[in-house]
T-cell receptor, first 114, second 114 residues
Framework: KQEVTQIPAALSVPEGENLVLNCSFT??????LQWFRQDPGKGLTSLLL?????REQTSGRLNASLDKSSGRSTLYIAASQPGDSATYLCAVNRSGAGSYQLTFGKGTKLSVIP | GAGVSQSPSNKVTEKGKDVELRCDPISGHTALYWYRQSLGQGLEFLIYFQGNSAPDKSGLPSDRFSAERTGGSVSTLTIQRTQQEDSAVYLC????????????FGQGTRLTVV
């Protein structure tokens, strides 16, 4: 059974700092990994999708990496801003069994202090 | 519409009543997911539809839960004889090509059973 772990559970940083969020998964048989952000009381917003054959993806100040063999992904946020405050979730799309089920971590709650 | 639409956004129901939650996926998306997010918990997979294939129902917590997807588009999640532990945010997502493309989430339905 696929398990996804995100560390730390919560993180508080001053504005302008660069930061890294971590995601690990137990089964490397995945199609892809997706990073989301969730604002309080809202749904999930997709940030980045990395295919299993890729090593990294970039969007603006965000960079996500994937090391499938070691079961790890990181989300790097450059020059953090108060508007980045949210819960960040990673999800893996496991392969096999004919179902493209997404398995989520519990998230990292980020607070960027002005 | 441009995104995944869920209705109602909030639902308060009495214990023992049945409820129906609706999801309108993005047009043309063949895959549709239902997830549940309880207070302080991660996202729990419920059910996955892909085209005309048999749905993956492996996440449904009990036989009080069922879902259907009509015409490969709109989906309805039904909870019969609701219990207080069913209180949660129910999230729907769709994807054009699962295993390859991003999943896009709706804003969710907040269900409160009193």
């Amino acid at each position: 059974k696929q398990e996804v772990t995100q560390i730390p559970a919560a993180l508080s940083v001053p504005e302008g700092e660069n930061l890294v969020l971590n995601c690990s998964f137990t089964d490397s048989a995945i199609y892809n990994l997706q990073w989301f952000r969730q604002d309080p009381g809202k749904g999930l917003t997709s940030l980045l999708l990395i295919q299993s054959s890729q090593r990294e993806q970039t969007s603006g100040r965000l960079n996500a990496s994937l090391d499938k063999s070691s079961g790890r992904s990181t989300l790097y946020i450059a020059a953090s801003q108060p508007g980045d405050s949210a819960t960040y979730l990673c999800a893996v799309n496991r392969s096999g069994a004919g179902s493209y089920q997404l398995t989520f971590g519990k998230g990292t709650k980020l607070s960027v202090i002005p | 519409g441009a995104g995944v639409s869920q209705s109602p956004s909030n639902k308060v129901t009495e214990k023992g009543k049945d409820v129906e939650l609706r999801c309108d996926p993005i047009s043309g998306h063949t895959a549709l997911y239902w997830y549940r997010q309880s207070l302080g918990q991660g996202l729990e997979f419920l059910i996955y539809f892909q085209g005309n294939s048999a749905p993956d129902k492996s996440g449904l917590p009990s036989d009080r839960f069922s879902a259907e997807r009509t015409g490969g588009s709109v989906s309805t999640l039904t909870i019969q004889r609701t219990q207080q532990e069913d209180s949660a945010v129910y999230l729907c997502a769709s994807s054009p090509q699962p295993g390859v493309s991003e999943a896009f989430f709706g804003q969710g339905t907040r269900l409160t059973v009193v």
